[in-house]
């Protein structure tokens, strides 16, 4: 009989971005839900999902300068203020 193999499973990784702290940070301060960020973003012209805003936050999704942008803009603060 041959071994039997594992079923593969991908190693998460958290370190994606530097951006997911300061926006969990920004949205603790501020005292909104990650929904009131997603419908904001959405309102912004970004269509994302609860699920991706977690995964930015937790570093395990990475961002691009346009998202950024509608980002800073659902925080509302400058973005120049997520890259610190």
Same mark, same amino acid.
């Given at each position: 009989m041959a071994p039997s193999k594992k079923p593969y499973t991908p190693k +998460? +990784?958290?370190n994606r971005n530097v951006v997911g !702290? *300061? *926006? #969990? !940070? #920004?949205r603790n301060a501020q005292g909104l839900t990650r929904d009131q960020i997603v419908a904001r973003a959405q309102i912004a012209g970004w269509n994302i999902s609860f699920y991706t805003? !977690? +995964?930015i936050e937790n570093g395990e999704r990475e961002v691009t300068d346009i998202e950024l942008k509608k980002l800073a803009r659902a925080l509302r603060v400058p973005a120049a203020t997520l890259l610190k």
């Open positions: +998460r +990784r958290f !702290k *300061v *926006v #969990l !940070k #920004l805003l !977690k +995964r």
